[in-house]
Structure formats: C-alpha cells, structure tokens
C-alpha cells in the first residue's frame, strides 16, 4: 500500500527560529507531491508541489522554501519563522491522473 | 482563474435531516470536482469525485455546469458525518488541486 509520513506531528517553535518539515511516501515511485498549509478560516491553501527530483514549483511568496532530495521525500523549510506561519501543513501525493492523498499533517505553532 | 467557493463555514442539523454542503467553481476549462472530508483526529481523506459517479457513505454530488455548482448532498443526516468537507478542483493530470475554505458540518442528536 502506499503510505504517507510527516514528522514531526507537532511543533512549537519561537519566532525567528527555522523549521524543516519532513514528508516521506512509501510504495510508489516518481509521485508528485505537495505541500499545502490548513489554517483556521482560511481552509487548504497550496504552497509547493513537486513533480520530480528537484523540481519545486511555488505558488505563494513567503518565507518558507520547498526541497525534494530524493524522489520519496519533500522538505518543508524556513530560515526564520514568523508568527503568521503557524497552522496545520499538509503533505499530499498524487500519482498520474489518480487523486491527492494526504499525510496526517504537522501542526506548528509559532511563538 | 480557477476557485472554489463554499459559502457556508458551518452548518448544524438535526439527526436524519436532509444535508447539502454548498459548492461554486470558477473554471475556464472541463475541471474535475471533489469533495474531502476531515473527520476529528482523521487525516483529510476523499469523499467523492464527479467523475466516479458514485455514492459513498449515502452522500451524491452532481456537478451542475450550468451553475458551476458540485453541491454535497445527503437525504438523512447521522452524527458520524459530523466533520470538517472541503469542496476542490483541478484542470485534471498531474496539477495541484484548488480547495474551497471548508465547511464544518454539525449534526446534532
């Protein structure tokens, strides 16, 4: 079966500290991938995904930066977070035309 | 552009009432339609997408393109269905999906 892992599940972090953000897909291989970012009245809003090995595309200017090392793993990161950037990250996968399957989600709080 | 617009962020009622969770779409092009659900504690998972046609856990959509609606429906709500539903949309192949903002659905004894 094809799995999705996010680590860590939660996170508190002070204002001006990085973060990284870990995504890892199992049983598939060359999956697009997506990070999207769940905050409170503002629903699913799409910040990076990823159609291969070092291939990020952004959708929205902001302090935070996308990595794909290896074709099973997406890195969420930022140099120095800001309180705006807490909320719930999503990672997700899609596999040609198939439909977006989800992670469990980290939820970072922001200090 | 594309956008997805659920006007209602939450809806309560009652046990075995009727239930339709409200979707708009912006499109140019031939999208296709889904509906997510996020029980509590759960990861967002999908529901239901237009092109399957098909019914799960008693809920239908029909996309309207008249309209540019993909209303949720359910002719007898029960308490399990309470969760958070996000409507989406994409152009198809390997491209992010456009989320609506969510709507809560309470349904209450």
């Known amino acids: 079966s094809q799995t999705i892992h996010q680590w860590p599940a939660t996170l508190v972090q002070p204002v001006g500290s990085p973060l990284s953000l870990e995504c890892t897909v199992e049983?598939?291989?060359?999956?697009?991938l997506y990070w999207y970012r769940q905050a409170a009245g503002r629903g699913l809003q799409l910040l990076f995904y990823?159609?291969?090995?070092?291939?990020i595309s952004s959708e929205v200017p902001q302090n935070l930066s996308a990595s794909r090392p290896q074709d099973r793993q997406f890195i969420l990161s930022s140099k120095k977070l800001l309180l705006s950037d807490s909320g719930f990250y999503l990672c997700?996968?899609?596999?040609?035309?198939?439909?977006?399957?989800f992670g469990p989600g980290t939820r970072l709080t922001v200090l | 552009a594309q956008r997805v617009t659920q006007p209602e962020k939450l809806l309560s009622v009652f046990k075995g009432a009727p239930v339709e969770l409200k979707c708009n779409y912006s499109?140019?092009?031939?999208?296709?339609l889904f509906w997510y659900v996020q029980y509590s504690r759960q990861r967002l998972q999908l529901l239901l997408r237009?092109?399957s046609r098909e019914s799960i856990k008693g809920f239908t959509a029909d996309l309207n393109k008249g309209e540019t609606s993909f209303h949720l429906k359910k002719p007898f709500a029960q308490e399990e269905d309470s969760a958070m539903y996000y409507c989406?949309?994409?152009?198809?192949?390997?491209?992010?999906?456009?989320f609506g903002k969510g709507t809560r659905l309470s349904v209450i004894a």
């Open positions: 997700a996968r899609s596999q040609g035309t198939d439909t977006q399957y």
């Open positions: 049983g598939t291989s060359n999956p697009n």
């Open positions: 990823s159609v291969g090995i070092g291939q």
């Open positions: 499109y140019s092009g031939s999208p296709e």
């Open positions: 237009h092109i």
């Open positions: 989406a949309l994409s152009n198809a192949g390997n491209t992010p999906l456009v």
